[in-house]
């Protein structure tokens, strides 16, 4: 292999671009949106978990002095039985609707029913007392098991199962069944020495992000429309608006706020065709904004789940088959990422006898969304705290286990395809030779590793290059930016143009000022639309070559360009004489990027955790943390830091404390961050972060998304030296002190 | 609730005067921690706020004779920056340290953590425990309620319309005295105990405890005296059997719910433990008197 190639701008800390208007307060938010005229929309939402809506009065809403407009599901134009893509999954067009503005059922504590729209929030607010709704209210499911029983109420009269050998003839709750599998596993499981098999669970959990869901959105009398709002993928919103209101793409321009969190919470719609159908009825803007009740009781959490897993070794370590029982939790409509569950549960192994079945239940809670690596973390979750039982119990270190079984290039997925070049054995050795590895551990006190695999995906984006009289230039990309990446489109551009990267300011154009983009969801953007802006900018240094050569009357492969100067024997010219010149060679320069992205490198990551219990309360206090994981090429190495450290205190969080508290009935008793409890920075060590670097060959400089394998091994590492610190198996997540101390006494 | 009037008096007697001379609901303010949130959800009756903190006696703490005069709006933040207060009582003022966060201390106070009269206040088992008395003014005049009693139910106090809540006394403790605070929670801060206690212990020369009180919160409507604990301290040297002794009285004594916050059952276990483990921290400080 040849020397690590030497860059000038990528790999270094750069200032982030956004960094001043966020610090100041300067920059604006989904609720920072203000327009003349502008109204409040407020949303009346369902105080059962399941019922049937028997009738709906909003004679005395309308009556009220300031209200200028009601939407219910029946202001959507006649919806498609269509599937749309967003974000990092998809959604069937009558399923979102329905999510949107409760068709004739509400299926959940706090689903949409109608919109007011008013002078004030007040009004709004006063207006929504005043509806009359009849319910029927029916028995509520709330957990896989419950959802899957023989008579269990059924939530959608016309759901039959998908997946199965005959098509059933009665309705059910389980969406959907999967399977997926290689090898043999029975003869797996005789060549064992060693069968270990557990049933594990984890809660439905809050993706977090601080600032709630908030749109501002106009609809035109010359039909016209706008959107504002805080989202991942302003494109999605576009595509999943018009489809719902039966739009043109160019009637409706949506433009994407800055972000305050997303985690993949923000890759679907809620407010934004509600604000629209609102301002076409009352003619006026309409501004509408969650709080943190119904960012929590009617946004998408991620799944729930109740997993099983098998596993056989032999005595030497070797791994002989691998098996999975998946359930996930879809919330009120099907598509839960039970099927990326199935996909990602044993990828950090190559193990030739896999067996993987998947099932897709809907229960009474909301519908879940994309949270990070979606369906990842609860399948690997399972399947890691089983290979680390077979390290102990075989006596080998859980380390040294992983790596004789360690995936690597050429390695065969249960879902396909081949691994390319990846590093996760890069990152088990790393790990293994951190200080945190070889520290010693003191009574009370446990260690857990866990490995990690998510795909990360690639995709369209589109990226303009427009080269400024002066020579400097703006980046208009379409991809969001939640963790940094406009630092890193700068430093791609100013690595490729030679040119520094304060001259090249990177913005996010709106639905209409540059092409289609998918959203910022799979870790994608700091590879696709990085690749994206890397083509753009080639494009500028050809007609910087180009333009030099008509200055200079040579043909444009004559001429040579480096650090921000072209060149031809003693000719040379800056890249600010050649802008200032372009007038009189052909007008101003604009490079473009269309692409859509192959190639995507997968991330694995290792973490390891050390905790303390407290055998009196149960509480269990984590003491040291670190983080390794590839990132092909780190091209800002803080933000790549932040990723890893980001996703390890979420995934902390899910393993300790983190869970949605339902009453009997359905109602969630826990909608706010007081008592969903969410790591504060005190509750963490510093977490540090090992950033192993194995170039993906499919991106020019190497990279591979970070931004979500770093969420997959904490639940597994935490829970793990959780059950190391007591001495017993944990399988129920989270480790809440009331769990823990429980599994201290059912055993004392 | 709107406020149809805000009253700002500069001393005790009118302050009772804008309390008692109105047919409309009040309310006293000093921080307004708990009031203004509070004041999103409850009812649309009309209101009148009059706000304390303009009265000079509401907002000071003063040692007098080795006790403490506590104005009780005084915020929690000058309270727990008061050296001479935390030599004497470090459990009340590692029990304000607790309330809310850095900002919230600033405006919170410990008066109004009792009139609030939350379940799961944490100021209200370490008043209990050190013995605090309650001096309420009225139109008739003044009265004193131990602290044990001043909290009547959930969100209830023993106050009339018209009276406030003008001192808290904790009379000089004895020689060789001292307490401890401690409160669980799932986190390290920013939260709401799921279980909390109380207690301050003398020991004589030797070391033998000779006077006790222990109080617990967050596991009854309201924190409770627990002498059933306090006997079980009493005339031992802290040994094994009476922490356990004292930790049994404590979950004994407690009466907790089931809630998004913790289960009957881990919260009297819990009870125990922080009872055990504040006596000898109280203990350990006791000695070094």
């Not at chain 1, 091209?635 to 205190?649: D, K, R, T």
Request: with cysteine; aromatic share 6%; glycine share 10%.
């Amino acid at each position: 292999m040849s020397e690590a190639k030497q860059y000038k701008y990528i790999g270094t800390r750069s200032i982030r671009p956004d960094g001043y208007d966020k610090v100041t307060g300067r920059a604006n938010y989904g609720a920072d949106m203000s327009l003349p005229g502008m109204i409040w929309g407020k949303i009346l939402r369902s105080p059962h978990a399941h019922a049937k809506i028997k009738s709906i009065d909003t004679t005395k809403a309308e009556a009220l002095a300031g209200v200028l407009a009601v939407a219910s599901y029946a202001d959507f134009p006649s919806v498609a039985d269509e599937v749309v893509a967003s974000g990092e999954g998809s959604s069937n067009l009558l399923d979102l609707a329905n999510n949107i503005l409760a068709k004739d059922k509400v299926l959940y504590h706090g689903h949409a029913i109608l919109a007011i729209g008013a002078r004030t929030a007040a009004i709004a607010e006063q207006a929504l007392g005043l509806v009359e709704i009849e319910y029927e209210v029916l028995k509520p499911v709330l957990d896989v098991n419950d959802a899957m029983a023989a008579d269990a109420p059924v939530l959608h009269e016309n759901m039959f199962t998908q997946g199965l050998a005959e098509t059933p003839t009665k309705a059910s709750n389980i969406a959907a069944r999967q399977e997926f599998k290689m090898g043999d596993i029975e003869v797996g499981f005789a060549e064992a020495d060693i069968i270990v098999e557990r049933d594990f669970y984890t809660p439905t959990v809050h993706q977090g992000y601080i600032e709630p869901h908030a749109c501002t959105a106009s609809y035109d009398q010359d039909g016209q429309s706008m959107v504002w709002c805080s989202t991942q993928g302003h494109f999605d919103v576009r595509t999943s608006t018009a489809k719902l209101l039966n739009l043109n793409l160019n009637r409706l321009k949506v433009i994407a706020s800055e972000i305050g969190g997303g985690f993949g919470g923000k890759t679907t719609v809620y407010l934004e065709p509600v604000a629209l159908i609102l301002s076409r009825k009352s003619g006026r803007p309409v501004k509408m904004i969650m709080d943190r009740d119904d960012v929590f009781k009617a946004s998408g959490p991620g799944s729930a789940t109740r997993n099983w897993v098998k596993i056989g070794a032999k005595k030497d370590g070797t791994i002989t088959a691998m098996q999975a029982l998946l359930h996930y939790e879809a919330g009120a409509f099907k598509g839960s990422p039970v099927m990326m569950g199935c996909m990602t549960a044993f990828t950090p192994y190559a193990v030739p006898n896999m067996y993987v079945e998947g099932y897709d239940v809907v229960v009474n809670k909301p519908k879940v969304a994309a949270y990070r690596a979606p369906g990842a973390p609860q399948a690997e979750y399972a399947a890691e705290m089983v290979v680390n039982e077979i390290a102990d119990k075989l006596g080998i270190d859980p380390i040294d286990l992983r790596l004789k079984n360690a995936a690597k290039e050429g390695t065969q997925t249960i879902y396909g395809p081949k691994l390319k070049a990846v590093g996760l054995v890069e990152c088990l050795e790393a790990a293994k030779n951190s200080p945190h590895y070889q520290a010693a551990l003191k009574e009370n006190q446990g260690r857990g590793v866990a490995a990690g695999f998510w795909f990360n995906v690639g995709g369209q984006s589109s990226v303009t290059l427009n080269m400024n009289p002066d020579g400097t230039g703006t980046i208009v990309e379409g991809s969001p930016d939640i963790g940094g990446s406009r630092a890193s489109m700068q430093l791609m551009a100013a690595e490729e143009l030679g040119m520094p990267a304060e001259n090249l300011k990177p913005i996010i154009g709106d639905t209409e000022n540059v092409a289609f983009s998918a959203g910022t969801g799979g870790s994608r953007t700091t590879f696709a639309t990085g690749m994206a802006v890397i083509e753009a900018a080639q494009d500028v240094v050809r007609q910087l070559k180009e333009r030099s050569a008509a200055v200079w009357n040579l043909t444009a492969d004559q001429i040579e360009y480096q650090e921000g100067e072209t060149f031809s024997g003693d000719n040379r010219m800056t890249v600010a004489e050649i802008c200032a010149g372009a007038e009189r060679t052909g007008g101003q320069i604009t490079g473009r990027g269309n692409i859509n992205a192959r190639g995507a490198g997968p991330s694995f990551a290792v973490h390891l955790c050390d905790v303390e219990v407290d055998r009196d309360t149960g509480k269990v206090d984590v003491l040291r943390y670190t983080a390794v994981q590839d990132a092909g090429k780190a091209i800002h190495p803080s933000y790549v830091e932040g990723q890893l450290q980001g996703g390890a205190a979420q995934g902390i969080g899910w393993a300790l404390n983190e869970e949605y508290v339902y009453s009997a009935d359905g109602h969630m008793e826990n909608a706010g961050f007081l008592d969903y409890r969410i790591p504060l920075a005190s509750d963490l060590p510093m977490i540090d972060a090992i950033i192993v670097e194995v170039p993906n060959p499919f991106h020019p400089f190497g990279v591979r998304g970070v931004g979500e394998s770093g969420i997959i091994p904490p639940l597994a590492a935490t829970a793990y030296a959780v059950s190391q610190a007591i001495g017993l198996p944990i399988t129920d997540l989270p480790c809440s002190p009331p769990n823990v101390l429980k599994v201290i006494q059912d055993n004392a | 609730m709107p406020v149809v009037e805000y009253k700002v008096p500069e001393n005790i007697d009118a302050a009772v005067s804008m309390l008692s001379n109105t047919q409309l609901s009040t309310k006293v303010m000093a921080g307004g921690t708990d009031l203004i949130i509070q004041s999103r959800a409850q009812s649309s009756d009309p209101l009148v706020v009059v706000d304390v903190k303009h009265i000079d006696s509401m907002m000071a703490a003063v040692i007098v004779d080795g006790g403490l005069n506590l104005g009780p709006s005084m915020s929690c933040a000058q309270f727990t920056a008061r050296h001479d207060i935390k030599a004497i009582y470090p459990g009340l003022v590692e029990a304000a340290y607790l309330i809310g966060s850095t900002q919230v201390q600033g405006r919170s106070s410990i008066g109004g953590n009792l009139c609030n009269a939350s379940p799961a206040a944490d100021t209200i088992p370490a008043l209990i425990a050190n013995g605090a008395e309650c001096v309420i003014q009225g139109p008739q005049g003044e009265r004193i309620v131990a602290a044990e009693d001043f909290v009547t139910g959930v969100g209830q106090n023993c106050m009339a319309q018209g009276e406030l809540l003008t001192r808290i006394q904790i009379a000089a403790p004895q020689a060789n005295t001292s307490d401890a605070y401690l409160r669980f929670i799932p986190r390290t801060e920013m939260d709401i105990a799921v279980a909390g206690a109380a207690v301050s212990v003398t020991l004589d020369a030797d070391g033998t405890c000779t006077a006790a009180r222990v109080s617990i919160g967050a596991v009854a409507t309201t924190a409770l005296l627990v002498p059933d604990a306090a006997k079980a301290l009493i005339g031992t040297k802290l040994d094994e059997a009476a922490l356990a002794a004292a930790a049994a009285a404590a979950t004994a004594a407690s009466k907790p719910i089931s809630d998004r916050r913790g289960t009957v059952e881990f919260r009297r276990h819990v009870v125990g433990v922080l009872t055990r483990r504040a006596a000898v921290i109280a203990a350990e400080r006791a000695k070094e008197k």
